[in-house]
């Protein structure tokens, strides 16, 4: 059994719970066990909220704020930096996650090495690390010139009644 779906969305708060239940209805629907689904649900929405906060380009008038030039909503730039992407992919017995943006990237330090366990405590970079906690595997890349892709993967259960269980 293989699932796979693609949203762009919008840099905006309310994208976050859409993505969110997307995902949830997808993996339910499959008969992926609860635990999972929660594991990977607060995963994603980590995710998205740093795409949200930090995913678009610096320096352009409303690039953190969502607004345009004279504090009007942004909308559609034909760079795409008021939105983001979210890939799911449920394949056999692995699910694998990713968002991406079109922001400045992750630090160097955050692409070369994991973080320690103490960097949770920072005030920022808690949702990477709670991504890395929820994950089996997760990577962090920058795209040069193009934005940041977070991406993670989890090892799938099923309820015993899944109608897509793996063969």
């Known amino acids: 059994m293989s699932i796979w779906w693609s949203l762009h969305l919008r840099r905006e ?3 976050v719970p859409l993505a969110r239940r997307l995902l949830l209805g997808t993996m339910e629907t499959a008969g992926v066990d609860p635990d ?3 594991d990977l649900s607060v995963a994603l ?9 930090h995913g678009g380009r610096v320096g352009r008038p409303g690039a953190e704020s969502g607004e345009g030039p004279g504090g009007s909503p942004a909308r559609g730039t034909p ?3 008021e939105e983001y992407r979210v890939t799911a992919y449920l394949d056999g017995d692995r699910c ?3 968002v991406s943006d ?7 330090s955050t692409v070369a090495r994991p973080r320690s366990a103490g960097s949770c405590l920072a005030e920022s970079g808690r949702g990477l690390h709670l991504i890395e906690q929820l994950s089996d595997h997760v990577r962090f890349r920058n795209r040069p010139g193009r934005g940041a892709v ?4 989890k ?4 309820r015993d009644d899944a109608l897509l269980k793996v063969s």
């Open 13 to 15: 708060a309310a994208s």
């Open 36 to 38: 999972i689904c929660h």
């Open 45 to 53: 929405s980590e995710a998205c909220a740093n795409a949200v906060e």
């Open 79 to 81: 760079d795409g930096t």
């Open 96 to 98: 694998r996650i990713e």
């Open 102 to 108: 079109s922001g400045p990237g992750f630090p160097p």
């Open 150 to 153: 977070v991406s993670f993967d």
């Open 155 to 158: 090892m799938l259960k099923w």
